[in-house]
Each structure stands twice: as C-alpha cells, then as structure tokens.
C-alpha cells in the first residue's frame, strides 16, 4: 500500500474501535492479538505491551491502527500468561512483581513471534513499537535484532547494561517533558551519549507538557489541549517505520 494512500492517525483515531479489529491467536508458547490490514501486506509490527498487559485495549487500538496503514500487527502476551501490573496494586511491590517479567528477558518470546510473522504471515519487513515496559523493550531489541529493520520506543529506556548505545536498527524514542516515571536527565543522557556511540539511525523527541503513556491514551481520556501532540507522536511512529520499512 503506497503512503500517500494510507489514512492518517487523526481520522484512524476518530472511527475504529478499541482492540476490536483482530483476533486472538495461539503463537508457539504464548498468546497474540494479531491484526491484518485489508490489503495483503509483506510488513510488520510487533507490537510490545506496557506494564498492564497485552489485553489493554490502548496497546490494541495502537496495533489496530497499524493495520489501517498497512502493517500486520502482532500484540504477543510477553509476560507469557503471568499477572499484569494492575492500576490497584500496591505500588510498593512493583519490584518485586516485576523480577519474572524483565523487558530484556525477551528472546524466546520474539523468536517464536518472527517465525511466525516470516512463516505464516509472509512477513519480510519486521518492526517492533513499544510502550513503556514495551518501550524498554523495544530499546532491547534495537540492541539485540538486526533482523528487524526499524523501532519505535515510547518512554522506555534500558537502564542496566553497558550496551544500550549500541543500537542495530533505527530507532525513534519518543519522551513527555512531564514523565514523572523517566526523569528528562535521563533522557538527556540518552540523546546524547547515542549520538556519540550509535552508528545507525535514531531520534529521541521529547514532547512539551506530556505524560507518562501520552501516546497511546484512550481516546476517552484525552484532554483536547493533548491531542495534536498525540496525533503528532502517532504520525512520527507512522513516518518513521514508513521510511525504513
């Protein structure tokens, strides 16, 4: 599908429903909502969840969105049937929730998940977004994957590895200025020291006056004075996986 004729975030946003477009499938040892857009498509996004797992339906609007340009989308559960973070938990136990579901503890998990794009999806041009823990995630493979030709990393950065510099496919990184999750320090730390050491292409852009998990908020939950940096961060994901993919 040629760029000029996919449909832009703004109108994708107004008039598809919330995870509704794909269906559940059973990938190897882990579950996957995957989405296939109307025209037969050689492209694909693996589509990394945040803390509240593959289920939300904000990470499955996302992966429904990608369809509508012209991805198959695949929303695997990487925590591979354990417990999502719920908004309800005791915050003080994060830690120690998240020991058995660390972002770079991924491998199995996306192996199975590019055999199945390449095998039974006829995938030859693989991407991978992600959203907060999906966000470190995505930082991981950029680290790992040469394979995979181009990433999308939402407010999510690996932290304890000497590596994370190292990147092996373009990578966008995309931040609030008001995350109270990643302080901008860090952020800074990032843009900087990849443009010292990282020999492939990449971006970090931080966006005024938003939050953690901006980028992929309901709809519902959108303060009208957001949505164009919404909108804006949406098109740059769309931008930057149109140009490598």
Not at 175 to 189: E, T
Request: hydrophobic share 40%; with cysteine.
């Amino acid at each position: 599908m040629a760029n000029e004729a996919r449909p832009c975030p703004c109108e994708i946003g107004d008039r598809i429903e919330y995870g509704g477009l794909g269906q559940e499938h059973q990938i190897e040892h882990l579950q996957a909502y995957v989405v296939k857009p109307a025209t037969a498509s050689d492209k694909a996004v693996i589509v990394i969840q945040d803390i509240f797992g593959w289920q939300l339906p904000n990470t499955r609007y996302m992966a429904d969105m990608l369809a509508a340009n012209g991805y198959i989308a695949v929303c695997p559960d990487f925590f591979v049937g354990k417990e999502p973070w719920n908004p309800s938990d005791d915050w003080s136990t994060f830690q120690a929730w998240l020991q058995d579901k660390k972002p770079t503890n991924i491998n199995k998990e996306v192996d199975a998940v590019l055999r199945f794009l390449k095998e039974q999806c006829g995938a030859k041009h693989i991407g991978a977004v992600g959203f907060c823990w999906g966000g470190v995630a995505t930082h991981y493979l950029a680290m790992q994957y040469p394979e995979v030709r181009a990433g999308v990393s939402f407010y999510g950065i690996v932290k304890e590895r000497e590596d994370i510099y190292e990147l092996k496919f373009p990578t966008l990184f995309i931040f609030g200025d008001k995350d109270l999750v990643i302080p901008l320090d860090q952020v800074g730390v990032l843009e900087s020291k990849l443009k010292e050491k990282c020999t492939v292409d990449h971006q970090v852009k931080i966006f005024p006056g938003q939050t953690h998990g901006f980028v992929h908020r309901k709809r519902e939950d959108i303060n009208p004075s957001d949505k164009p940096r919404i909108q804006e961060a949406r098109s740059d994901m769309l931008n930057w996986l149109n140009k490598y993919m």
